[in-house]
């Protein structure tokens, strides 16, 4: 097991990346969703519209407490929807998203790249402004609000010429959602993109954002990170602090308690999402990102039914 070179990046130019979304990933998107991104990119106004009795699967960040308290029954505040969204990219570009089998030629990070563009380009053309936040794990830059092709482009470019961290203490998300805490005053939709991870205690901080604004957690992962395939004696390495390990896959039991642990990391992590409050999409990188984000869209509309 091992990480690819930066060769399994995306290609080409910021152009030639945003030209092949656009014809392989949007327009399939168009055609599967008509055009209708409401049920991924949801959005809120703050213009107070109405109030009506609470109805199961509303969202219950949205019950009036007194009028609730008056009525003796839940009421919920209806909002005229907001039509310019302020969306922020959250990304983590720590060194454990350069991870990604020989065999795929894919890293993590090139899945955020794609993801991030796609979003970015939709976002845009429904007319939003779109903020990012770049995060290794040590320092973090922001890319302020703008719109356009051009301001998309830059993202994508910015992205792609970010330095890749061979070593760094371990990461934590923490500092990165208490800055957008401290930062985003206007209500937003927060895309928070990582692998998350991360040192614990992210979870309050992510569920205080997620009171504030609309969060949408995207999780990537690589298949490599939760199955052993019997590869003989092989070197494993921490990706956030470059620590090396002798391992034999050929052990079937080492295999059995590898798959066991990560099984308990992804249950300890949907804990963390639903203590949060917030709806995740996992993301991997050997899937079809059209076929992630319709699953996506299509359970979302289903839990506000």
């Given at each position: 097991?091992?990480?690819?070179?930066?060769?399994?990046?995306?290609?080409?130019?910021?152009?030639?990346?945003?030209?092949?979304?656009?014809?392989?990933?949007?327009r399939?998107?168009d055609?599967l969703?008509?055009?209708?991104?409401?049920?991924?990119?949801?959005?809120?106004?703050?213009?107070?519209?109405d109030?009506?009795e609470?109805?199961?699967g509303?969202?219950?960040?949205?019950?009036?407490?007194?009028v609730?308290?008056?009525?003796?029954?839940?009421?919920?505040?209806?909002?005229?929807?907001d039509?310019?969204?302020?969306?922020?990219?959250?990304?983590?570009?720590?060194p454990?998203v350069?991870?990604?089998?020989?065999?795929?030629?894919?890293q993590?990070r090139?899945?955020?790249?794609?993801?991030?563009a796609?979003?970015?380009?939709l976002?845009?053309r429904?007319?939003?402004?779109?903020?990012v936040?770049?995060?290794?794990?040590?320092?973090?830059?922001?890319?302020?609000?703008?719109?356009?092709?051009?301001?998309v482009?830059?993202?994508?470019?910015?992205?792609?010429?970010?330095?890749?961290?061979?070593?760094?203490?371990?990461t934590?998300?923490?500092?990165?959602?208490?800055t957008?805490?401290?930062?985003?005053k206007?209500?937003?939709?927060?895309?928070?993109?990582?692998?998350?991870?991360?040192?614990?205690?992210?979870?309050?901080?992510?569920?205080?954002?997620?009171?504030r604004?609309?969060?949408?957690?995207?999780?990537?992962?690589?298949?490599?990170?939760?199955?052993?395939?019997?590869l003989g004696?092989?070197v494993?390495?921490?990706?956030?602090?470059?620590?090396?390990?002798?391992?034999?896959?050929?052990?079937?039991?080492f295999?059995?308690?590898?798959?066991?642990a990560?099984?308990?990391r992804?249950?300890?992590?949907?804990?963390?999402?639903?203590?949060?409050?917030v709806?995740?999409?996992?993301?991997?990188?050997?899937?079809?990102l059209?076929?992630?984000?319709?699953?996506?869209?299509?359970?979302?509309?289903?839990?506000?039914?």
């Amino acid at each position: 097991m091992s990480t690819p070179t930066s060769g399994s990046l995306p290609d080409g130019t910021p152009e030639r990346i945003l030209h092949r979304l656009d014809w392989h990933v949007v327009r399939r998107l168009d055609g599967l969703l008509q055009g209708d991104y409401r049920s991924l990119l949801r959005g809120y106004g703050v213009d107070f519209a109405d109030l009506r009795e609470y109805q199961p699967g509303d969202d219950i960040r949205y019950i009036d407490w007194n009028v609730t308290a008056r009525m003796d029954a839940p009421y919920v505040r209806e909002y005229l929807e907001d039509r310019d969204i302020a969306a922020w990219f959250l990304l983590d570009l720590s060194p454990s998203v350069d991870f990604g089998t020989v065999q795929m030629q894919r890293q993590k990070r090139s899945v955020l790249i794609d993801f991030v563009a796609t979003l970015a380009r939709l976002l845009n053309r429904l007319g939003n402004r779109i903020g990012v936040v770049l995060y290794d794990g040590r320092h973090q830059r922001t890319i302020p609000m703008g719109s356009g092709r051009i301001h998309v482009l830059r993202i994508i470019n910015d992205l792609l010429k970010h330095p890749h961290l061979t070593k760094a203490p371990f990461t934590d998300l923490t500092p990165l959602f208490e800055t957008a805490l401290a930062t985003f005053k206007r209500r937003s939709l927060i895309l928070v993109v990582s692998d998350f991870i991360s040192a614990p205690g992210w979870e309050r901080p992510l569920h205080l954002l997620n009171r504030r604004h609309e969060v949408l957690a995207i999780r990537l992962w690589d298949p490599r990170e939760v199955t052993l395939p019997d590869l003989g004696l092989v070197v494993m390495e921490d990706a956030e602090t470059g620590e090396q390990i002798y391992v034999d896959t050929r052990d079937k039991r080492f295999r059995r308690r590898f798959e066991e642990a990560a099984r308990r990391r992804e249950a300890a992590l949907s804990e963390a999402f639903r203590r949060a409050g917030v709806d995740a999409l996992s993301l991997s990188t050997d899937e079809d990102l059209v076929s992630a984000l319709v699953r996506f869209a299509t359970r979302r509309q289903y839990r506000r039914r």
